[in-house]
């Protein structure tokens, strides 16, 4: 089977790499998103998977816009019988899904019709769901409303983070890829229309910085998986004398008081925050410019007094 693969970030590398270890299939190029400045030094960075089709040394094509004419027939002179799209990051015009003999598969990573969009991994979390997973989709105009054509669960951990879970739904989504082509191939695939899983859609917005910030007033759980879910990027945080205070791993405690009020703040008893309803133990913390480390820690040469507010 040949094959166009489509993809940037992190998720989409495992994918890859399962089809480049499998002989059946022939990976003919990879699409990924232009080289973009990153970082503090603003230095241009390839997308990992760029990095890694130039170490199989696959061509690798970088359209600023996929849409256009001639992006379409350099695509179209591939000839290929799927395009296989994960974690890519544009949207495809009905033109380029319909090259493909077999169109346009997705690997996504949600259990669709469940958080369509761009952050469906971290939003599993701060929604508190108890199962996550990745869904093989067949692609089309709209943006992961197509057919589902197989979903494979596993269940999210009491500690999950938000990378942690990336990581496992990375792989997932590979073995469900080679689990589901040999299908594809044959002729066999069952399909499902989403609007037939009797799930409501929910869509997935694309992270910001700015949702990291603690709303003290909510429940200690939303406040947890809020932490849970934004750790690594876009990171929790609260604000003490104007400077953000990053929030990496916390549970829920008990304790009562004005939401956002410090009931607990040493060495040895740790840092609990008043919530909603309870409050929060904060477990591991960064304050700017500083080291990321436990908040027991923290508070020996950064003392926080009793009755302190967060906001």
């Known amino acids: 089977m040949k094959i166009v693969f489509m993809g940037t970030s992190e998720f989409a590398v495992p994918s890859l790499q399962a089809l480049l270890a499998t002989p059946q299939y022939e990976v003919l190029a990879v699409v990924t998103q232009p080289d973009r400045p990153k970082g503090r030094g603003n230095k241009v960075a390839l997308s990992p998977v760029k990095e890694a089709a130039i170490q199989y040394n696959i061509p690798v094509l970088q359209p600023v816009r996929i849409k256009r004419k001639a992006q379409v027939a350099e695509l ?40 369509r969009g761009a952050s469906p991994i971290q939003q599993a979390i701060l929604h508190g769901d108890e199962m996550a997973g990745v869904t093989i989709m067949q692609m089309d105009a709209g943006v992961d409303t197509g057919d589902i054509l197989l979903p494979r669960t596993i269940p999210i951990e009491p500690d999950e983070t938000g990378g942690t879970l990336h990581d496992k739904l990375a792989g997932l989504g590979a073995a469900a890829l080679l689990e589901f082509l040999p299908s594809l191939e044959a002729e ?35 406040i947890v998986n809020q932490i849970r879910g ?39 008893a740790g840092l609990i925050i008043a919530a909603d309803g309870g409050a929060v133990r904060i477990c591991e913390l960064q304050a700017q410019n500083g080291k990321r480390m436990a908040a027991e820690a923290y508070l020996l040469g950064h003392p926080i007094p009793v009755g302190t507010i967060w906001q």
């Open 76 to 115: 179209a002179a591939y000839n290929a019988d799927v395009f296989v799209v994960a974690s890519y990051g544009q949207i495809l015009s009905e033109e380029i899904l319909n090259l493909p003999k077999y169109g346009c598969i997705c690997v996504h990573a949600s259990l669709l019709p469940k958080y």
């Open 188 to 222: 066999t695939v069952t399909r499902m229309k989403q609007s037939d899983t009797g799930i409501e859609p929910t869509h997935a917005p694309l992270l910001t910085k700015e949702m990291g910030l603690i709303d003290w007033s909510r429940s200690p759980l939303s």
């Open 230 to 268: 934004l750790n690594p990027w876009p990171c929790a945080f609260t604000m003490i004398d104007g400077q953000p205070l990053r929030l990496y791993k916390a549970e829920t405690a008990e304790g009562t008081g004005t939401p956002g009020t410090v009931l607990t703040a040493s060495p040895k």
